[in-house]
């Protein structure tokens, strides 16, 4: 009698943040902005030696029949130069060893240039786009230091269209956006099939985190389940 043959699909989910917390823009519900200080990171890209072990023991963990996918996220990951990406779709063939492999990327899509897209589309990236609806929307909260950023990020859009790269929306929903669904579901659709919505429920920090450079509260449950903090304004 033959037995019947069962693949290995396990997959993990795990999402590595290569340039760290360093970002072009200051969200102001960016929860991520102050952690390289917390951290006192001093290298902000991180080492080739790291890259290699991360995609090594990614691959390895993995079932021998998963897809495995590589998530690069940030802080703002387009701030890595090309030839990291290119030495982890090099070491990600090395070890691959003919595995199913994708990469994703999310971004903000205010440094996307010809070049980056051109390189997205001939390595089959799939790109996250972070946009929370229509500019007067979006820049409420998502601004760099010449104010809101919504008109860069169509024009970073514009460039994954024009070639042919797969891209999805992140939008986080927040007090201001909140309150127009229909607006933010409709400016959307005009820019994708695929969307997906990320709640903003952030607390302000006790005293002793903020005296330690935290701008929100720590999950709770980590000091005390009982410890009630009130909301942030966004």
């Not at 994703?104 to 790109?127: G, K, R, Y």
């Not at 309150?179 to 709640?199: G, H, I, K, S």
């Amino acid at each position: 009698m033959n037995k019947l043959y069962h693949p290995d699909s396990r997959t993990y989910a795990i999402m590595a943040k290569p340039i760290g917390a360093a970002c072009n823009l200051l969200c102001r519900y960016c929860y991520y902005l102050e952690k390289q200080d917390l951290m006192a990171q001093q290298t902000k890209l991180m080492s080739d030696v790291v890259l290699k072990a991360y995609i090594r023991q990614n691959l390895s963990i993995h079932g021998q029949n998963a897809v495995v996918e590589f998530a690069w996220h940030g802080g703002e990951p387009t701030m890595a130069p090309f030839d990291f990406y290119k030495r982890a779709l090099s070491y990600q063939r090395q070890y691959g060893d003919g595995r199913k492999i994708r990469n994703t990327l999310q971004t903000n899509a205010t440094l996307l240039t010809d070049a980056w897209c051109e390189f997205f589309a001939a390595n089959s990236f799939l790109i996250g786009v972070s946009i929370d609806g229509p500019a007067d929307l979006h820049d409420y909260y998502r601004q760099n230091h010449h104010g809101g950023t919504c008109e860069q990020t169509i024009n970073g859009i514009k460039l994954l269209q024009k070639h042919g790269v797969a891209y999805n929306t992140l939008t986080t929903v927040n007090f201001i956006n909140s309150q127009y669904p229909e607006a933010v579901y409709l400016f959307l659709r005009e820019l994708t099939d695929y969307m997906q919505f990320l709640p903003v429920v952030e607390c302000l920090p006790a005293s002793y985190e903020a005296s330690a450079g935290q701008r929100f509260a720590m999950p709770t449950g980590i000091h005390s389940p009982s410890m009630k903090h009130p909301l942030t304004d966004f």
